[in-house]
């Protein structure tokens, strides 16, 4: 059984329902405090198995020590946590209570349990505006807001965590930890049944555009185009969150037969950069449907530019992304269209 934390979540709904795909059980941890329980009522129905729900927080040690306790679990998959950059700069001491201190407790509770295999959802965001493009796991982390930070100073508590091996006398079972760093989620299920369902204002790219295609909102406000890239706009390495899911069953499975020890950051991306008018074209010709958009300024700490390379992810773990721009456009508008009010249709 997998405990997966934070699993209600954008990215761990799709991945829970990749593991319940590829047979494995799941436990899934969440105090849905940016997600719903509806969101796991569809994986659900579109694996047609069901999986075990507690509602309570990660940062809670006497309910991670029960979880262990009471149930078969060999692994986590680590969700749990904020993710925005721009409130993180205004409530940064949540942020690292949050993302940091319930790695530090859930890392805790599993060395205590036994538990030593671990899955964590890093982010590209720890390069921090990078010299040189494509990014390899081992260029400078330098991140630029308190969000990344958390990533990053979890990052190295793990780090630390899993070098402990090497010093210890009593032999436990050693470290296997995924350091798995994102670059940009986009994309559904394509089933449309489960997808992005951000509250409030959408800060990220596509959400913001189906919410414009469906009429929710006007217009998009590309945000600066004057960038030294090639139509001036931003340019980022956008993953389609079902090849995102898959890297997480795989880095699992080279974690649960020892193939991964220590800790091992790896970017998940497809290698491509596509700019912000590369994806409102895509989206419009592919969907057949308008995204009117305007010229605004550029957003504060935005980059230019920046895209993975993915050769340690196909190295270290046989993965590489099989969705094109095509499908991360068209699976998008199928979840907006179908949910225009998100999991509240
Ligand atoms: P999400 O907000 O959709 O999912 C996070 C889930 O964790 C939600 O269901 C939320 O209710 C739950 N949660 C939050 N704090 C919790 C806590 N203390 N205890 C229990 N549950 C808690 O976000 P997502 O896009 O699915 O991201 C998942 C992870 O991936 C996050 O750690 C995020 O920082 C990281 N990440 C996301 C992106 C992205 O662009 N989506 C990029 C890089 C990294
Ligand atoms: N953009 C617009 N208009 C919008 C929203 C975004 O032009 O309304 C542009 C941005 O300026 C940027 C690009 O679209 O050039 C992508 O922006 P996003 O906000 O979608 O994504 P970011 O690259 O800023 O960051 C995202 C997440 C982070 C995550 C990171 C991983 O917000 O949490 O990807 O690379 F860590």
């Not at 990052?155 to 436990?172: F, Y």
């Not at 089933?191 to 919410?211: R, Y």
């Not at 057949?288 to 993915?310: C, K, T």
């Amino acid at each position: 059984m997998i405990l997966v934390t934070g699993g209600a979540g954008y990215i761990g709904t799709h991945t829970c329902t990749e593991l319940l795909n590829s047979g494995y059980d799941v436990l899934v941890l969440d105090n849905y405090s940016n997600s719903s329980p509806l969101a796991l009522d569809r994986v659900e129905r579109i694996t047609q198995k069901t999986l075990i729900r507690i509602e309570g927080d990660a940062r809670d040690p006497d309910l991670l020590d029960q979880l262990f306790a009471n149930y078969p679990i060999k692994a986590v998959i680590h969700f749990a946590g904020f993710k925005a950059v721009g409130e993180s700069c205004q409530i940064p001491l949540a942020y690292y209570h949050n993302n940091f201190y319930s790695t530090l407790v859930l890392s805790q509770c599993m060395q205590k349990a036994g538990i030593t295999k671990l899955v964590f959802s890093s982010s590209a965001t720890v390069y921090g505006d990078p010299e040189v493009v494509p990014l390899t796991e081992a260029m400078p982390t330098n991140p630029a807001n308190p969000y990344g930070r958390t990533k990053l100073m979890v990052e190295q508590m793990l780090q630390d965590l899993a070098a402990s091996d090497a010093l210890a006398t009593d032999n436990p079972q050693p470290w296997g930890i995924a350091l798995l760093r994102y670059f940009n989620p986009v994309g559904a299920h394509q089933s449309g049944l489960i997808g992005e369902d951000p509250s409030g204002i959408p800060n990220n790219l596509m959400p913001f555009i189906t919410q414009v295609a469906v009429g929710k909102r006007d217009q998009l406000d590309v945000f600066g185009d004057d960038y030294d890239t090639p139509d001036g706009t931003g340019v980022r390495d956008y993953i389609h969150v079902v090849d995102l899911a898959r890297g997480h069953v795989m880095a699992l499975e080279r974690l649960l037969d020892d193939q991964i020890t220590g800790a091992e950051a790896i970017n998940l991306g497809t290698g491509l950069g596509v700019s912000v008018l590369d994806m409102v074209n895509s989206f419009t010709n592919n969907n057949s449907v308008a995204v009117p958009y305007q010229i605004a300024d550029r957003r504060a700490g935005d980059v230019a530019s920046y895209y993975a390379d993915p050769s340690k992810a196909f190295d270290m773990l046989g993965w590489s992304a099989e969705h094109t721009l095509s499908d991360m456009v068209t699976d998008s508008w199928r979840w907006q269209k179908n949910n225009p009010e998100g999991y509240a249709d």
